[in-house]
């Protein structure tokens, strides 16, 4: 009954030599759903994602039955259309340590370039548009934020700017990459009810992705499993975390309960 | 892909080099013509069976000249690069190992030989050493040295912090010991890449030496020299500029190409070409 | 950004001090008698005595060093001994058309290196990056001095286009004082090309993986937006401090070219005193060379700072 936002079937990931990365990964996004994968870092979930998102680097080489973005196959469609796609429609939150606005560039100059391009607004709109945003992220002070460069904010305030700049476009579905990795926990709860607010208050669904079992089975009501660039399981939260399958679900349940 | 080119153009680099060593060694054993033999009566002869590039404004075998040219070129290279190299891998290491106020003086003098641009250094040099061949390898070892200084300085501190060499001083090894057995082995293949690519630089510093007549001497034949001396007859008779700048080019390029492809090959290619 | 600015500007006034130890070393010093290495073995004992006597000799080296460095920064940098004039006025006689021919070839360098830089990198691999390897590999290899001698029999002589060697003071027409510099300027600058692609390209390709690119693909913008507002901005700022550094070093990268092409400029008069063996004009013009250079690179290095506001604010390190 639900619309797929994104759905991908029989995804396979190889490099310029022929090493299987990813192999065989089929997935799924409905609407108002808040779905996380968990894994080890290169079990292949970033990946994954970005093979999604078309935007792999050059070298890797991705094959697939069928992708499929706001319920419309993205066969026939050039690579223009899908990136103007998902520019569009998906949002794109990175993980906070990597230097995702450009460190040279006012954050004003570059949070609305996006907005601009696909919906044809101007350059005031879109400075109106992301002082909200950032208001309702969290951010005091909008005006100093949007006259700063990325590196003179701190890092909590850099990962609600790029939440900002991935709602700009009102988009239909976020994807999210290990968001709160290197935040301190504080910050991170904040971050992460800030994801569950727009997830359960306005129905965006939410591809989460991360390394942390405990986030994971915090927010989201499904999940899938990935190890080795292998999916190994998924099911409702509740019941892969209750009723492990795979040895390696079992194993990263164990080493988290011993933590605990 | 990227492998094949690059192979390729070692290859390339390789085949330069042959040639240019290979005109040397027959150089040795034949010759077409004697090289410094004024004929007066074949002046600027095209190429021919007789003369195979013909020969130059004094009648000499242009061949014949390039052939032995080639000698002094490879002379040049790798004498005042080996003496160079030597001397500054031997400075900047003492600079790597040294502490304190010793260390930053000979890294402050580097400093102020590196600053000299492109060839000002060894005109400086051979000003005071005066023209010839010798004083020219002599002012090009020199205009070595800061390079070489510079890596093997680089090279001793990224070491020094290794834990192997802190292993080796901490059983009382002497410095000279650590240098010899540690760290000079890890230094080589980045000197040996540097070394091929010096060889070509210093063949184009001798030649422009040659050039301005402060190198190889007349009557004795450099290629930088033969350039210089059909400089009067290149307007009416440009040939004359033609085989002996393409020997240059040749050398130059087959010793940059094969620096390169060691280069890709110690440091991995990245950015650089 | 204060003490930085101190810092290099201490470091770079020690640099100057070494380079004229050097120099004052390498030229009076080690020749051993500097009074017989300019006037040459034939010259009389009188002459010898007196120059000796002029250029302080008969002292010892640190004394001399002293007084010549007091006088020097004192702007009196003695008289040529082949021109019989001062040397500071002989550099600066000079120095205009020396200038000149840095300035035009960098003129005419940047653009076809920027374009073929820039273009090779986002095409890596493609034909255009191959052509841009190619000249770099080329332009490392082809002596400037073979290049100006073809140039010249070509251009100039088979097909007239340039006018014979030679400088053609400003006095007697501004465009064709600007001509007699043009070929000239074409030589170095074709010399400078595959340098400033090889900094061009590899900052271009560092920019291009940067995590903003992933970004502007994320966002869909366009090619053109990613490359100029995104890419452009981080990879431009390299290339700019080593084009003011190439600029001061073309003072002595002229050498060649000012003598192939009649070119009355600083490298000529350095190529005279080398040649006449001028030990006060060799020092002078060195000294000026080499103050231009550390000068230069000091000011590109404050530049980079200033134009990369990451470095100035101290935040690199801040996420």
Redesign the interface.
Known sequence: MSSKLMEVRGLTIKDSSGTVLVENVSLELNDKEFVGIVGESGSGKSLTTQAILNVLPKSLQAEYKQLALMDRSVEGLDAAQIRALVGREIGFVPQNTVSFLHPLIKIKHQIGDAYMRHMKKSRKDAYAKACRLLSKVGIKDPDRVMNAYPFQISGGMKQRVNIALALMTDPKAIIADEPTTALDTVIQRQVMDLFDTMNRLEGVPILFISHDLNIIRRYCSRVYVMYKGKLVESGSTELVFSQPKHPYTRQLLDSTMTIK | MRKGKNNRLVLLGIALVSMVVLLCLISFIYLPHDPNNMNTLDRLHRPSGEYFLGTDQFGRDILSRIMVSTRYALLVGLVSVSVGASIGVVIGSIGGIAKGVLQSVIMRIIDGFMAFPGMLLALMLVAVTGKGLWNSVLAIAIFMIPTYARLAYSLVIDQKNELYIKAAKSYGATPLRIIGKHILPSMLPKLITQFSSSIGGAILLESSLSFLGLGVQPPNASLGLMLSESRQFTLSYPYLAIPSGIVLVIAILGFNLIGDALNDYTVGRRTSA | MVKYTINRLLSGV??LF??S???FF??TV??GDAAL?SLGTDATPERLEALRESMGLNQPWYERYFSWLTHFLAGDWGNSLFFGEEVLTLIMQRLMITVSLAVFSLLLAIPVAAIIGILSAIYQ?KWIDRL??TV???G???????LA??F???FS??LGWFPVPGFIPVEEGWWRSIQSLLLPSIVVAIGLVGYLI?II??SM??ALE???M?????????SA?AVF??AL??AVIAPVTTILMQL??L???T??VE??FALPGVGRL??V???Q?D?IL?QGT?MF??GV??CV?FLADILYRVI???IQ?G??R??
């Open positions: 020690v640099v070494v380079i130890w050097i120099t390498v030229l080690i020749p290495l691999d841009a390897r770099m590999q080329l490392d290899a082809i002596p400037q001095f073979w001698l073809i010249l029999v070509f002589g088979k090889r390209r590899s390709l560092s940067q995590d903003f992933l970004m502007t693909r994320v966002n869909g913008l366009s937006q507002k995104y901005r981080s001061a070093g003072l002595a990268g050498v060649l003598s192939i350095l190529l005193a080398v040649e063996r030990v060799l060195v060379i080499t250079v550390v690179n990369n506001p990451m604010f935040g690199e801040n996420a």
